[in-house]
């Protein structure tokens, strides 16, 4: 699904309205948004990019749908389909409605990659999955919630940091509040969600979440962290880390696709 259906936008009228925007919202949320997303999100809230370029390059490619295309033919000032034909082809593995970014030269760089600079053209409007890499790229309907990239640095920074920090006292006992405390874990939950539309540049999605749920923006980054660290470990597996860590271990696709609701 595209669209949380809630009146965006609309003047609330009266409280039952707003009760009602509510339970719509809520209903949406928990039967459309997989649970494993959440996880996956925490994990691109603690992901630092080193800005390699690594992924504009070599092995995959980027697949992307008609808002995507649409977003790069408005930053470009040209049409969609002008767009569509001049920097994308078909999908070789056909995913339905997508296509994916032309890549040039011997080294398969993405077409919006300026080699000289290492830095995407287009980077404010870049399509959702260079957005979402690498932790929102696996499919989380899938078994395997987070892929590591072994051609990605900051992926394994990310699995240093995350080894280091599993043992952390302090990170245990965000896990118990968690767990001990429902309210607070699921207004984390609404809280990556809104992080995760915001990300994707749906800044005005983002805003009307947190109307209709009350949740607030988090004020404090660090402590929106913690919890994100603490999440994550209730919620993902870590055995074979230490075998990702020693044989740089990969996954095949360096960009598998977007499956974001
Ligand atoms: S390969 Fe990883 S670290 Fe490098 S630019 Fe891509 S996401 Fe960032
Ligand atoms: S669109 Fe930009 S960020 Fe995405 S693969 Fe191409 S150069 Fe990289």
Same mark, same amino acid.
């Given at each position: 699904?595209?669209?949380?259906?809630?009146?965006?936008?609309?003047?609330?009228?009266?409280?039952?309205?707003?009760? /009602?925007?509510?339970?719509?919202?809520?209903?949406?949320?928990? /039967?459309?948004?997989?649970?494993?997303?959440?996880?996956?999100?925490?994990?691109?809230? @603690? $992901?630092?990019? @080193?800005?390699?370029?690594?992924?504009?390059?070599?092995?995959? &490619?980027?697949?992307?749908?008609?808002?995507?295309?649409?977003?790069? +033919?408005?930053?470009?000032?040209?049409?969609?389909? /002008?767009?569509?034909? !001049?920097?994308?082809?078909?999908?070789?593995?056909?995913?339905?409605?997508?296509?994916? @970014?032309? #890549?040039?030269?011997?080294?398969?760089?993405?077409?919006?990659?300026?080699?000289?600079?290492?830095?995407?053209?287009? &980077?404010?409007?870049?399509? =959702?999955?260079?957005?979402?890499?690498?932790? @929102?790229?696996?499919?989380?309907? +899938?078994?395997?919630?987070?892929?590591?990239?072994?051609?990605?640095?900051? *992926?394994?920074?990310?699995?240093?940091?995350?080894?280091?920090?599993?043992?952390?006292?302090?990170?245990?006992?965000?896990?118990?509040?968690?767990?001990?405390?429902?309210? =607070?874990?699921?207004?984390?939950?609404? #809280?990556?969600?809104?992080?995760?539309? !915001?990300?994707? %540049? =749906?800044?005005?999605?983002?805003?009307?979440?947190?109307?209709? *749920?009350?949740?607030?923006?988090?004020?404090?980054?660090?402590?929106?962290?913690?919890?994100?660290?603490?999440? $994550?470990?209730? *919620?993902?597996?870590?055995? %074979?880390?230490?075998? &990702?860590?020693?044989?740089?271990?990969? *996954?095949?696709?360096?960009?598998? %696709?977007?499956?974001?609701?």
């Amino acid at each position: 699904m595209e669209h949380i259906p809630y009146n965006g936008g609309i003047m609330k009228i009266n409280k039952d309205q707003e009760m /009602e925007e509510r339970e719509a919202f809520f209903q949406w949320f928990t /039967e459309e948004v997989p649970d494993s997303l959440f996880p996956q999100i925490a994990a691109q809230v @603690l $992901f630092r990019c @080193l800005d390699c370029s690594e992924c504009c390059r070599g092995e995959g &490619y980027a697949l992307v749908d008609e808002g995507d295309i649409q977003e790069i +033919a408005r930053a470009l000032g040209i049409s969609r389909s /002008e767009a569509r034909e !001049r920097f994308t082809q078909p999908d070789p593995e056909r995913n339905p409605g997508c296509r994916i @970014l032309k #890549s040039t030269g011997p080294m398969n760089m993405c077409c919006f990659l300026d080699a000289l600079a290492n830095k995407c053209k287009i &980077y404010g409007s870049r399509p =959702r999955i260079c957005r979402t890499f690498p932790m @929102l790229n696996s499919d989380p309907l +899938a078994d395997d919630a987070i892929c590591f990239y072994s051609d990605c640095q900051g *992926t394994h920074r990310f699995a240093k940091m995350i080894q280091e920090k599993r043992r952390d006292p302090r990170v245990q006992k965000d896990m118990e509040k968690l767990a001990e405390q429902p309210e =607070r874990l699921s207004a984390l939950r609404i #809280s990556l969600f809104v992080w995760l539309r !915001r990300m994707l %540049g =749906r800044i005005e999605e983002a805003d009307q979440i947190c109307r209709i *749920t009350g949740i607030r923006p988090p004020q404090d980054e660090s402590a929106f962290e913690s919890y994100c660290l603490a999440y $994550f470990f209730m *919620t993902i597996k870590t055995e %074979g880390l230490e075998e &990702y860590l020693a044989e740089g271990n990969t *996954t095949a696709n360096k960009r598998p %696709g977007p499956h974001l609701p």
